[in-house]
């Protein structure tokens, strides 16, 4: 089972999940209007996170991070992380294996909301990339500080890998 996994905790790690928790705003109706919903899937297969390297022509080229995306009108978050899954990898991913982690208010430059799942695979995907990203890696916590990312995404990592069923 996955939760007996031992994740290993860094010093640094207590730093990741302070700025994670910051990330969270407290808001309410009157001051946080969000301009559009996204969602990532940290898709998870023995042991180990599916992430993706941004491509050139993406903004933040070079950075990794989960396959995933905003919602488009009539989407539930689950049918827009079900379509930017497959999209991005096409890997066919159902609504009843995602596991929300988090759902984040960010105030950004724009407000907006931001929700977190994790799915356990239980086969490995064959994985073909779009022009969006030019590189995957499967990945443990203990190689995925070598990668290039937004320092919340490893909290988030660290995090779905202590909630993960």
């Known amino acids: 089972m996955f939760t007996t996994l031992n994740v290993k905790l860094a010093e640094q790690d207590t730093v990741f999940i302070q700025k994670y928790e910051k990330m969270k705003v407290q808001t309410n109706s009157d001051n946080f209007k969000p301009v559009f919903e996204s969602a990532g899937c940290l898709l998870i297969y023995e042991k180990k996170i599916l992430l993706l390297k941004r491509?050139?022509?993406?903004?933040?080229?070079?950075?990794?991070?989960?396959?995933?995306?905003?919602?488009?009108?009539?989407?539930?978050?689950?049918?827009?992380?079900?379509?930017?899954?497959?999209e991005e990898t096409t890997i066919i991913i159902y609504k009843n294996k995602l596991n929300?982690?988090?759902?984040?208010?960010?105030?950004?430059?724009?407000?907006?909301?931001?929700?977190?799942?994790?799915?356990?695979?239980?086969?490995?995907?064959?994985?073909?990339?779009?022009?969006?990203?030019?590189?995957?890696?499967?990945?443990?916590?203990?190689?995925?500080?070598?990668?290039?990312?937004?320092?919340?995404?490893?909290?988030k990592i660290e995090l779905a890998l202590r909630n993960a069923p």
């Open 100 to 155: 929300l982690v988090d759902k984040l208010d960010v105030r950004t430059n724009k407000d907006f909301i931001y929700r977190y799942y994790t799915y356990i695979l239980d086969e490995k995907p064959n994985i073909t990339l779009t022009q969006e990203h030019d590189e995957y890696k499967w990945v443990d916590e203990t190689n995925v500080r070598e990668l290039k990312m937004h320092t919340s995404d490893y909290a």
């Open 55 to 86: 491509s050139s022509i993406e903004d933040e080229p070079g950075l990794w991070g989960f396959p995933g995306g905003k919602r488009e009108v009539g989407e539930t978050p689950k049918e827009a992380l079900i379509r930017e899954v497959k």
